[in-house]
């Protein structure tokens, strides 16, 4: 860590330093070597199919991206309230911030060309099932200290503890999808899905969504500032 | 001056965070509370909550995947 | 070997290593980088990113591996479905990704010379990973994905159900603080 290698301002007693360690195995060989073998797992995706390779090799850049920011989109749920940070939490704000321009730019291109607008499938019914479901996956995510993306990247730096929540997860999944039937007519069919387009048109829906970001963003520093005090004054 | 040392290791975020805080609060000014942790969020949260509060801290790697995080309870 | 320790030497020392292999990167360049490849990857598939629904592909090519059959579930039901269940694991874009997402997290540990086994400590990790896991895995399909398919690409998808899911999920967090706090630290 190029920061600690700075002289020390901490006065530590020699004996509490880890100084007997067994001496380290760089692993960046290691790195380059599986590097490689990525690489050749791509040419051979493509070779198969080229819409493989792309998916591959976004997900590798999405695994890459969230294990060195440490992005957790679990934490920017959790700590406003569990440790009172919102740094996190005013991140996510920004990618969402970020990420809305971007998708809108797109769906506008398509709707002027006359073709069909790309990823409505991701605009859902809005029911009960989408408050519960979104309620248990919270719960979930903050006691197996990962959510779906970050319980992979977890997987992927070693953690047992998540292989085995992933295992769990992929069984959950499974019996919702059994379940589901019922979810879908009892539940679901109730709500509809809301674009917020079709209510604000596209500009207006834009600067709304941009607004509430905002205003977020304002409120989560502002609630981290004074959580902070008032944290000082209980110690 | 004390010299606490927490074990972290194994322990997924936010329990690093929360038992450093909590321990904090029970070690006098100018006690140091050494954070032993293996994962790689603690390693960038712990230190952020310490210094957002004021203390001095530090980070050492002391192997592969494990880190030091050294707190001075300055106020 | 000396010259190979003197390269690795090297690598450690050299600056560029350092800030982009070796140190975490701030929040914010996960955040741009982040959007960044939402963009591409909606631009590219026509849909955004998503991870949990291969998680119920998975679980059905398991379940069908081990004699049951999902044939008749009504979640497996439309055509879609069916032919990704027939193509199998390796020709599913969706595992496909969430695999590259799994590499990709191991490329950056072992790049920045961190990779270490974590072993479960105690048997409330286990109970948690177990539960959590589950709780997880059946709220993200009832409610049409997780923080990434329901939150940020529904609501970068100017969906109000990202928004209704986000309420939901910060509910949810705050009971999850709790239970974590009292029955498993």
């Known amino acids: 860590m190029s920061e600690n290698e700075t002289v020390s301002s901490i006065q530590r007693s020699p004996r509490s330093r880890a100084s007997t360690r067994k001496p380290k195995v760089n692993q960046i060989p290691f790195g380059v070597l599986l590097l490689l073998i990525t690489i050749g797992m791509g040419i051979m995706l493509n070779i198969q199919s080229s819409n493989l390779a792309l998916f591959f090799i976004t997900g590798i850049c999405f695994g890459f991206i969230l294990q060195k920011s440490r992005f957790c989109f679990t934490a920017s749920m959790r700590d406003p309230y569990l440790t009172g940070s919102t740094s996190v939490t005013r991140m996510v704000l920004v990618a969402f911030a970020i990420t809305t321009i971007g998708f809108t730019a797109i769906k506008y291109g398509y709707l002027q060309s006359g073709l069909p607008i790309p990823g409505m499938g991701y605009v859902v019914p809005i029911s009960f099932a989408t408050i ?17 993306s970050g319980t992979l990247m977890r997987v992927g730096e070693g953690f047992t503890m998540q292989i085995l929540s992933l295992i769990f997860f992929v069984i959950g999944s499974l019996w919702a999808a059994h379940d589901f039937e019922w979810w879908k007519f009892h539940v679901i069919s109730k709500g509809k899905p ?4 079709d209510i604000f048109g596209w500009f207006g829906a834009v600067i709304v969504q941009l607004l509430i970001i905002l205003f977020l963003y304002i409120a989560a520093e502002k609630y981290q500032k004074a959580r902070t005090i008032k944290d000082q004054q209980n110690n | 001056m004390n ?3 927490l074990d972290c290791m194994g322990e997924a975020c936010p329990v690093p965070l929360i038992k450093a805080q909590n321990k904090l609060k029970e070690l006098a000014l100018g006690d140091l509370l050494i954070v032993q942790i293996d994962h790689s969020c603690a390693m960038k949260n712990v230190p952020e909550w310490a210094r957002k509060e004021g203390y001095n801290v530090e980070v050492e790697e002391v192997d592969d995947g494990e880190w030091e995080v050294i707190i001075e309870k300055t106020k | 070997m000396s010259a190979y320790k003197e390269l690795i030497n090297k690598i450690n020392k050299n600056e560029f290593y350092k800030r982009w292999l070796k140190d975490a990167w701030p929040y914010i360049t996960g955040a741009v980088l982040l959007s ?7 631009a590219t598939t026509k849909n955004p990113w998503g991870v949990t629904g291969a998680f119920a592909n998975w679980g059905a090519w398991i379940y069908e591996a081990l004699g049951g059959s999902v044939d008749k579930w009504y979640y497996f039901s439309s055509d879609g479905a069916q032919a990704t269940l027939q193509a199998g694991f390796l020709k599913d874009p969706g595992s496909i990704r969430n695999i590259g997402i799994i590499i990709g997290a191991l490329l950056a540990t072992l790049l920045a010379s961190q990779f270490k086994i974590k072993k479960i400590k105690s048997k409330k990790q286990i109970f948690a990973a177990i539960l959590g896991g589950l709780l997880m895995g059946y709220g993200a399909r009832i409610a049409y994905g997780c923080n990434i398919g329901a939150l940020f690409s529904g609501i970068s998808s100017l969906s109000l159900s990202g928004w209704i899911f986000a309420i939901g999920m910060f509910g949810g967090a705050i009971v999850g603080g709790k239970l974590l706090v009292k029955y498993f630290m």
Request: net charge negative; proline share 3%.
């Open chain 1, 132 to 148: 519960i479901g979104a309620f248990l996956f919270g719960i979930g995510m903050v006691i197996a200290g990962g959510c779906a």
């Open chain 2, 3 to 5: 010299e606490v040392v």
């Open chain 1, 194 to 197: 809301i674009f917020l387009p």
């Open chain 3, 36 to 42: 960044l490849f939402q963009i591409v990857t909606l």
